[in-house]
């Protein structure tokens, strides 16, 4: 179950110095106002498990089950390593073409071109959008094996 608590000054809580954003404190039965901080105290408790806690257990299995399986532990180890290195990598170089004058314009000047011959090619008319969902599904399939 997670939880989170907040404080806040009252003055955060007015909107233009007129009335309170969250109405009458008495109404609202998990805040509770102290007068020796002169702030609300707000704390939220989930009602059911998030999946996010499932999802990065089911990923740290998954990777678990592979590295027992693996039969050469030392190549497994630097496969890892590279995929952090070229990730490393990449963020570098794009933050350097990022720096260069004229070409993040011209990269995003050619992106929204792109983008509009899509929406002209596919998106404008019935019989294009037909086609991109048959081209969708083929691809689908063939990817899948079916």
Request: no cysteine; glycine share 6%; aromatic share 10%.
């Amino acid at each position: 179950m997670a939880s989170t608590t907040a404080i806040a000054s009252p003055s955060l809580l007015h909107f233009g110095g007129k009335r309170p954003i969250l109405g009458n404190f008495q109404r609202i039965s998990a805040l509770h106002v102290s007068r020796r901080r002169r702030g609300v105290a707000i704390v939220a408790k989930a009602v059911s498990d998030s999946s996010d806690s499932s999802d990065s257990e089911s990923i740290m299995t998954y990777i678990s089950n592979a590295w027992n399986k693996s039969e050469d532990r030392i190549a497994f180890a630097g496969l890892g390593f590279a995929g952090i290195v070229a990730l490393w990598a990449s963020i570098n170089l794009i933050g350097a073409i990022d720096k260069l004058p004229l070409v993040p314009s011209v990269l995003e000047f050619i992106g929204i071109l792109f983008s509009w011959w899509f929406v002209y090619r596919y998106l404008l008319f019935k019989p294009d959008r037909e086609e991109l969902s048959r081209s969708l599904k083929k691809s689908i399939s063939d990817v899948l094996g079916q």
